[in-house]
T-cell receptor, first 112, second 114 residues
Framework: EDQVTQSPEALRLQEGESSSLNCSYTVSGLRGLFWYRQDPGKGPEFLFT???AGEEKEKERLKATLTKKESFLHITAPKPEDSATYLC?????????????FGTGTRLKVLA | NAGVMQNPRHLVRRRGQEARLRCSPM?????VYWYRQLPEEGLKFMVY????????ESGMPKERFSAEFPKEGPSILRIQQVVRGDSAAYFC????????????FGPGTRLLVL
């Protein structure tokens, strides 16, 4: 069964304390892996798409990497405004179509 | 360029009533996806539509739920005879098509069933 697992479920960091969020997946026919940020009461905001193992993408303090079994979202010197839930999704082929499967997210709190 | 639009943002219904949720995709996008999110749970896929076609409805409950994406106008997610368990946030996403897989999400509709 296709599955996406994110860890940790919640993470508290001091401002400036770098860390990584993990997204491990078990899917057949992987087309891409996606990272989103979701603020309370809002829809997910697109961050990155990764397609192949070894690929890396960066945006400001965030860097996403991909291996054959997992992806990491590295947060360097985070600020309080980085506090949000970070969602990982994989797009997998299923019955002739492509479906997003989401993890349950990592709730990040950055303290000033 | 306007993003994905959903309305209403909040909807309150009593048990047994109907709920209609609307989604207008981003300009140039012809693919629409609906998801449901419960507190402390991930986004669950419900249905994938193109104009006038349901492509994949494997995540839709078999009864009371239906979706459409007409040639003109927004996509509609319809829930008949709502029950308390239908209370959730419903998100719509759109994409240009299979060649461009990234989905862009709307702000969601929060449905509360009393």
């Amino acid at each position: 069964e296709d599955q996406v697992t994110q860890s940790p479920e919640a993470l508290r960091l001091q401002e400036g304390e770098s860390s990584s969020l993990n997204c491990s997946y078990t899917v057949s026919g992987l087309r891409g892996l996606f990272w989103y940020r979701q603020d309370p009461g809002k829809g997910p905001e697109f961050l990155f798409t990764l397609y192949s193992a070894g690929e890396e993408k960066e945006k400001e303090r965030l860097k996403a990497t991909l291996t054959k079994k997992e992806s990491f979202l590295h947060i360097t010197a985070p600020k309080p405004e980085d506090s949000a839930t970070y969602l990982c999704a994989v797009q997998a082929q299923s019955s002739g179509t492509y479906k997003y499967i989401f993890g349950t997210g990592t709730r990040l709190k950055v303290l000033a | 360029n306007a993003g994905v639009m959903q309305n209403p943002r909040h909807l309150v219904r009593r048990r047994g009533q109907e709920a209609r949720l609307r989604c207008s995709p981003m300009k140039g996008h012809s693919h629409v996806y609906w998801y449901r999110q419960l507190p402390e749970e991930g986004l669950k896929f419900m249905v994938y539509l193109q104009k006038e076609n349901i492509i994949d409805e494997s995540g839709m409950p078999k009864e009371r739920f239906s979706a459409e994406f007409p040639k003109e106008g927004p996509s509609i997610l319809r829930i008949q005879q709502v029950v308390r368990g239908d209370s959730a946030a419903y998100f719509c996403a759109s994409s240009p098509g299979l060649a461009e897989e990234t989905q862009y999400f709307g702000p969601g509709t929060r449905l509360l069933v009393l």
